[in-house]
């Protein structure tokens, strides 16, 4: 194994981990609910509901936020690796897996790790196994 | 309203920790994910810092019923480590290391205006109603439907 270290910036991770664990911390304690994603991305789809209003508050400062991180610092746009056809492949799976397994990485890998929940410790434990797979498939054997 | 607002300043929070982080950037996510090339741990230091701040939060959590703008503070109350849980991570790790993009950088990618992350979370999005269409052919769920984890 190699180390990128022209990439590895532990600092900012830190960093940008602690405000993601900020995140949950106030969410849990002021609201009462989970910070994951993809519950809140799902549950924002059940239009009505009394828990939709504030799920799409969260989405909207989600979506809002690349602007005031671009207006403090000259962060670089993302770009995607993929074409669109497994885009969408990779959508509908995180979509459906996300929602089958009952977390994504800010659910279990976050949240679910800060419970000590043994639930979140397999899923993550397994997420990233199929991920670490997955992208051995694609960038050494087809890639 | 206090609600609304509560929640878009966690979203913002959230969103900036993705930025400051590089998560948002899917060669980041896929730099972590492939051992076999050049490993860029960043995110592991990711995770470390967000569990080391959120986890004095979640004892308070267990320990309080109610949280500061009223109502119960819901943790998840499933226990068993089951098919469900482990067939949907492992499709959602395959989705996960196919494109290098999780459900919060995706919707925050949306807020660079690229039309990739688009597709990505309209396909997410799809994803979760093909999950609830096709419910009724798995066995009721043992825990909380509403939440993750």
Not at chain 1, 6 to 35: E, K, N
Not at chain 2, 15 to 29: E, H, T, W
Request: charged share 10%; aromatic share 8%; net charge positive.
């Amino acid at each position: 194994m190699t180390i990128d270290w022209a990439h590895f910036a532990p600092l900012s991770a830190l960093a940008g981990g602690a405000l993601i664990g900020v995140a949950a911390a106030f969410l849990i304690l002021g609201a009462g609910r989970i910070l994951g994603a993809a519950g809140i991305v799902g549950g924002a789809l059940d239009i009505g509901s009394v828990e939709a209003p504030w799920r799409w508050s969260l989405i909207a400062g989600l979506v809002v936020s690349p602007l005031i991180a671009r207006s403090l610092s000259d962060i670089a746009a993302p770009v995607f690796l993929v074409h669109w056809p497994a885009l969408i492949v990779s959508g509908l799976l995180v979509g459906f897996g996300a929602r089958l397994g009952s977390g994504c990485t800010s659910g279990h890998g976050v949240c679910g790790l800060a419970r000590l929940s043994p639930r979140s410790a397999v899923a993550t434990v397994v997420f990233m196994a199929t991920a670490v797979v997955t992208v051995f498939i694609t960038h050494h054997l087809i890639g | 309203m206090k609600r609304n607002l509560f929640a878009l300043a966690i979203g913002l929070i959230f969103g900036l920790g993705l930025c400051i982080s590089g998560m948002y950037l899917p060669a980041k996510v896929i730099g972590f994910l492939d051992l076999a090339g050049a490993w860029d741990p960043s995110l592991a230091f990711v995770m470390i810092g967000a569990i080391v701040v959120a986890l004095p939060a979640f004892w308070i959590a267990k320990r309080r019923s109610n949280a500061w703008l009223g109502g119960a503070i819901e943790l998840p109350t499933a226990r068993s480590i089951d098919a469900p849980l482990i067939v949907g991570s492992a499709i959602f790790g395959i989705g996960w290391g196919l494109a290098g993009v999780c459900p919060a950088p995706g919707v925050v990618d949306l807020g660079f205006l690229n039309g990739d992350a688009a597709i990505f979370v309209a396909a997410m999005a799809a994803g979760v109603l093909i999950y609830r269409a096709t419910s009724h052919w798995r066995l009721p769920d043992a825990g909380v439907l509403t939440q993750d984890a």
